[in-house]
């Protein structure tokens, strides 16, 4: 009875001492969670007493429960804004969120993420100033975007990668400009022009990739759009629409702007929400971008052995492609610039003209005398063995050699 008595009062003694060693813990946390309003007004931008209140409330549970780094107050504002101050479902949110980013390093991308080559070379999205709200802007010129291309180079995942990459960087942009504007800014602007989109763009694969970025942009980036403006909307954009919008929150549906054919040029357009020098040039305005506008594309095909099939597939949306095949007799690791320019004549507008090629790349280099305009539309080499090109559909009669 009296060994017993013994253990419990020394277990008590044991509580008793750890409660005290954590008084000037809990306190110090407390201090740590506080929030100055200088530094709200000055970062977070303008709170109730009740958001505010929540804020603290949320910053507490993570300080608490979350190992390691906690994360930013803006980043702990953004998810519990968009779950209306709910601190469980904010929680819940966040919680999963910080799971996933650790799954993929994303806390790493900008140091690590290097953008293949094809997406260095031909991707149409880039940063571009700002809009009147002091906002960084991104431009994305979806309509003359090869889809199709892209998803078959650096695959589904690619184009996340891709797409994470764009919104942490919209992040870092947002922490700087208000550190240099000294006022809160949290969000970044989105232009997208959809000059040239058509049915193709409605291919199966790409919009599956296009929902399945959306839905984790939209689970893992809450809060970080500003604005979206929908530039020169064709009249395919309502059956897109339809399928992605389901997809968006309804918060963020609110912030979009859509204008078809040349409607952003007058009132209530682009200088509502871009000051005219930043207004791009492929939209009518001064400021010069840098994004491609015509790409050259060369593909080297080392052919080992006679009876290899040369085959192609793709397609033309918007402008004219010059499509030709050209061989040589030995193998090849890369092609060395060419002097002088190939010339073409007799492009007129047919759906697929034979032009006639002036200069060729080189002596070593054999042309098949069939190089083709396309002016849209899909082509293959199935179809190509009826335009004039069928000498490229047939088997080689020689191997060891290369194609381009």
């Known amino acids: 009875m009296y060994l017993q008595w013994f253990v419990r009062r020394k277990s008590l003694e044991t509580v008793f001492v750890n409660i005290i060693h954590f008084f000037p813990l809990a306190e110090h946390l407390e201090l740590e969670f506080q929030l100055e309003d200088d530094y709200i007004h000055r970062c977070l931008g303008d709170l109730t007493p009740m958001q505010e209140s929540k804020l603290i409330q949320f910053k507490k549970q993570f300080g608490y429960l979350q190992k390691g780094k906690l994360p930013s107050d803006s980043t702990l504002l953004r998810f519990l804004k968009s779950k209306d101050f709910n601190l469980e479902k904010g929680r819940e949110s966040l919680s999963q969120s910080l799971t996933w980013r650790k799954r993929h390093n994303v806390d790493q991308i900008l140091q690590q993420y290097e953008a293949p080559p094809v997406v260095r070379a031909y991707f149409t999205g880039t940063w571009h100033h700002c809009d009147r709200e002091m906002r960084p802007l991104y431009l994305f010129k979806l309509g003359v975007m090869d889809v199709k291309g892209f998803l078959k180079t650096v695959g589904e995942d690619g184009l996340l990668k891709l797409a994470m990459h764009v919104c942490e960087e919209g992040l870092a942009l947002t922490e700087e400009y208000t550190r240099k504007y000294s006022r809160p800014i949290t969000t970044w602007s989105l232009l997208i022009d959809l000059e040239g989109l058509n049915m193709r763009h409605l291919w199966r694969p790409g919009v599956k990739a296009l929902l399945r970025i959306i839905e984790i942009v939209e689970t893992n980036y809450p809060e970080t759009l500003g604005r979206v403006l929908i530039i020169r909307a064709p009249r395919v954009f309502p059956i897109l629409w339809t399928l992605v919008s389901t997809f968006i929150d309804e918060t963020t549906r609110s912030k979009f702007l859509v204008y078809a054919g040349n409607d ?4 209530g357009g682009l200088i509502d929400y871009i000051e005219q020098q ?7 305005g001064p ?57 073409f004549y007799g492009l007129e507008s047919f759906e697929c003209q034979q032009v006639i090629l002036t200069k060729r790349w080189d002596d070593e280099w054999e042309d098949f005398n069939f190089p083709l305009l396309f002016r849209r539309g899909s082509m293959s080499s199935l179809q190509s063995a009826h335009s004039g090109f069928s000498a490229l559909s047939v088997k080689s009669s020689v191997g060891g050699g290369a194609s381009r």
């Open 264 to 267: 952003y040029q007058s009132a």
């Open 278 to 284: 930043y207004i791009p040039d492929f939209l009518g």
């Open 287 to 343: 400021c010069e971008t840098k994004l491609p506008e015509e790409f050259e594309y060369t593909v080297i095909l080392n052919i080992d052995s006679p009876g290899a099939v040369i085959t192609w597939d793709f397609d033309v949306m918007k402008q004219d492609v010059v499509f030709t095949v050209l061989s040589i007799h030995k193998s090849v690791d890369s092609i060395a610039p060419v002097t002088g320019k190939k010339e």
